[in-house]
């Protein structure tokens, strides 16, 4: 679970605090969690007694709404699970909705605040600000994603839920920071999510959606905090001037800029690595089953061996045999020494006189 860390220093005697509070921190961060301290600037600045969250997964972040002063937190969710159900009970002030947003949003009360971090398309996200800056013109609107890897780039939970025409040709892909292609080796849905196989142009991205619906609607403006992937929080150009400025220490970070930039490069590099040592894992999984093959062949071809040999033993033992019998048969039946030598005389005789 994402934990909000106070800086921690380590003292003389525990120097190790920072180490630890560091691993114990997933190894990419991505929940909304890490903006309470945002959040805190927009709950102290408005009036926000309920809060639309789109978008819940863990479950971990709802209740900071709710500690940050929100009365009904409707936590809308397409796929709620258990780790998700045990979050949401015991706070009265939560209330899960199962279902699909946009389409739900018209069911629930008018909110101050609507959280968007639900479906990363361009279609979904875009419906989401329609239907709020029409049917809550005053809500305040903060947005997960704007930057990359959806900014430009949709990404689809269920695109069989959305018309054909309003995706685009999907990927089991994913992008990296390293090239502009997706890759196996690069940020994947695991079976969760595809990605558009191509970012950029129209209709494609949270960010694009953003752009499009406020100047459809007109009068907002878009901050942006560079960090984990981005927060966007859509504010009224005629009565939001205090939030952009107590927003500005964040959006206006090259600091925080150039840290995303460098967590993003690394994740992405660990997931190349990743993928590469499962690569190497598979191929030596390869050789060391072709090596028991080869091996389970050369006993084999050993028994074989030892088959034939004994067979060419037996053999070899018999024909020894048998020509030692044939032996002692043609030594009993030879005629005796003196009939040889007057049988050769007689040849000799028959040589020399013709007859
Ligand atoms: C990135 S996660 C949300 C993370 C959470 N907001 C946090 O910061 O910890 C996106 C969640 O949105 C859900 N989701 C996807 N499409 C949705 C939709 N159209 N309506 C509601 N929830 C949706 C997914 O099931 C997933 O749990």
């Known amino acids: 679970m994402t934990r909000v860390l106070e800086p921690g220093t380590g003292t003389r005697d525990d120097p190790h605090a920072q180490a630890r509070d560091a691993r114990n921190q997933p190894l990419l961060l991505h929940s909304m969690a890490l903006f309470r301290e945002l959040f805190a600037q927009l709950f102290d600045r408005r009036p926000i007694r309920t809060v639309v969250e789109i978008g819940v997964e863990t479950g971990q972040v709802s209740a900071c709404y709710a500690e940050l002063g929100a009365e009904a937190v409707h936590c809308v969710e397409s796929a709620p699970t258990e780790e998700m159900r045990a979050a949401m009970a015991g706070h009265d002030a939560l209330h899960l909705v199962e279902g699909r947003s946009p389409q739900v949003l018209s069911q629930l009360p008018v909110a101050d605040l609507y959280v968007i971090d639900g479906d990363h398309n361009y279609a979904t996200v875009r419906a989401e600000l329609d239907w709020i800056l029409t ?51 690069g940020f994947v849905g695991l079976g969760q999510f595809t990605v558009a196989r191509t970012a950029g142009g129209e209709r494609n991205g949270v960010l694009t959606a953003v752009e499009d619906a406020l100047a459809e609607h007109g009068g907002r403006r878009l901050e942006i905090v560079p960090a984990v992937f981005g927060l966007g929080v859509i504010l009224r150009e005629d009565t939001d001037q205090d939030l952009v400025e107590a927003l500005r220490p964040f959006t206006g970070s090259a600091l925080l800029a150039a840290l995303e930039n460098n967590r993003i490069a690394l994740y992405t590099r660990v997931l190349a690595l990743q993928h590469e040592a499962v690569a190497h894992a598979e191929e030596a999984d390869r050789q060391v089953r072709l090596l028991a093959e080869r091996h389970t062949e050369v006993e084999r071809l050993h028994r074989r061996c030892d088959e034939l040999s004994d067979r060419y033993e037996q053999e070899l033992a018999a024909l020894r045999e048998r020509n030692a019998e044939l032996r002692r048969r043609f030594d009993a039946e030879r005629p005796p020494r003196f009939v040889r030598a007057l049988l050769h005389l007689a040849r000799r005789f028959r040589r020399r006189f013709g007859r």
């Not at 309003?166 to 890759?183: C, K, L, M």
Request: hydrophobic share 35%; proline share 14%; net charge negative.
């Open 135 to 185: 049917h809550a013109p005053n809500a305040l609107i903060a947005l997960h994603d704007v930057l990359w890897p959806w900014s430009r780039r949709d990404l689809y939970y269920e695109p069989c839920l959305l018309p054909e025409e309003r995706t685009h040709p999907r990927t089991a892909d994913g992008p990296t920071v390293w090239h502009d292609e997706v890759t196996p080796a």
